[in-house]
């Protein structure tokens, strides 16, 4: 097996250019922030990217959790790859993930100043420390499972012009674009009046007999980026249980949807309590 490495500094643009890297040295698989990558789908490993603080996200990078190198290497062990491309700030990083994984040195170490210019360097840059974007290498669909409730987009290859098998195979695939929680600047806070309003919104295509009385919301401790929210709602006119409990399922729908878009968190409970009144 043998082992590539991919340096570049962080917020350079190596994420978004790691399958065109893999490609071209004919690397099966990409190690990068944590995860496995194999024929564009994630399959072992935690990322970096779902971590609070950049602290644990450096230590779930470089594998310093048992249990999740224990995960990719039972993968490698599996798929048997002739070559692995590993991503990485420095050639330290990667010799230190080649080591958690019980990998051999890598072979030939490209940097990103090789395969990019300057001013895409920059742009790079300038998405990553003033909008907090992180890319990973693996298509929206793939990643909603592990970033549910986060803000995700996908990314199509537009630059890469390369002819052949590769470039067919270049133009298909797809990235996806990630905000982590720690690449928010401060503590992110939202009012309670936050959610009233957006609950509020929400309602408002659903139905004009649904009126908002209280809304609260509070961080969840079960998971990263987890919200629990509390809400009181008054139902006008007379209605029979029956049509009472088939318009919470699309209340529920409705409010989730609407959060989670607009803020990036992840609605874990919604508690709500129906006070009915009559319609004079």
Known sequence: MEVFAFIGPPGTGKSDRALVVAYENR???IIDDGILIYHNRWVAGSSAKKEESKIAAVRR???????????????????????????????????????ALDLPAPKRYIHIEEVARPEE???????????????????????????KGYLLDSLKFFR???????????????KS???PVFSYYGKLVFADEVFRQLVTWALKRLSSDVEVRDV?????????????????????????????????????????????????????????????????
């Open 177 to 179: 674009v990630v905000r």
């Open 160 to 174: 890469y012009r390369k002819k052949g098998k590769i470039g067919k195979k270049l133009a298909a695939a797809e």
């Open 216 to 280: 609260s919301g509070v961080k969840s401790d079960k998971q990263a980026n987890g919200l629990i929210l509390k809400l009181t709602l008054q139902i006008k006119g007379s209605r029979t249980p029956d049509q009472i409990k088939a318009l919470v399922s699309p209340i529920r729908n409705y409010i989730q949807n609407e959060i989670e878009y607009t803020t990036g968190m992840s609605v874990e409970t919604i508690k709500i309590k129906l006070v009915t009144s009559i319609a004079r």
């Open 121 to 147: 360097i920059r742009k790079a840059s300038e998405a990553r420390h003033k909008e907090g974007k992180h890319v990973i290498p693996v298509p929206t669909m793939e990643l909603k499972p592990h970033f």
């Open 27 to 29: 690397c099966a698989c």
């Open 61 to 99: 990078a470089i594998f310093q959790d048992a249990e999740q190198a224990a995960d990719v290497k039972r993968a490698i062990h599996q798929i048997r790859p002739e070559r692995i491309l590993i991503l990485g700030t420095s050639d330290r990083m990667v010799n230190r993930i080649t080591h």
